[in-house]
């Protein structure tokens, strides 16, 4: 059974750093590519970022470029996400996501997801 565990979420205030987690079990973590994901109330869920089996990032938002950095550790079976200079507009619910080959890194793509942690940006 496939598990996806994201974690290190919280209350920051604006121009702060956050550095999220995402824990995967359950499948080869170094065969899959894995992504992350965010979605504030009331708005389709958007790609933030995705990564190759070898950590080379294939896509970054525009709203985060220079700002957010994913990376992973495969002998650690995790995903990073650090989030530099963050601001209220970051705001959202963030999710990691697996699957075994992404064309465009897109939503529909990814078999597998977490259940989120929560990143809330005070200005």
């Known amino acids: 059974q496939v598990q996806v565990l994201e974690s290190g979420g919280g209350l920051v205030q604006a121009g702060e750093s956050l550095t999220l987690s995402c824990t995967i079990s359950?499948?080869?973590?170094?065969?899959?590519?894995m992504a992350w994901f965010r979605q504030s109330p009331g708005k389709e869920r958007e790609g933030v970022s995705c990564?190759?089996?070898?950590?080379?990032?294939?896509y970054t938002a525009d709203s985060v470029k220079g700002r957010f950095f994913a990376s992973r550790d495969n002998a650690k079976n995790t995903g990073y996400l650090l989030m530099n200079s963050l601001k209220p507009e970051d705001t959202a619910m963030y999710f990691c996501?697996?699957?075994?080959?992404?064309?465009?890194?897109?939503?529909?793509?990814?078999?597998?997801w977490g259940q989120g942690t929560q990143v809330t940006v005070s200005s």
């Open positions: 990564i190759s089996r070898i950590g080379i990032t294939r």
């Open positions: 359950g499948l080869t973590f170094k065969e899959n590519e």
């Open positions: 996501a697996t699957t075994k080959i992404s064309r465009s890194c897109g939503r529909d793509e990814y078999d597998y």
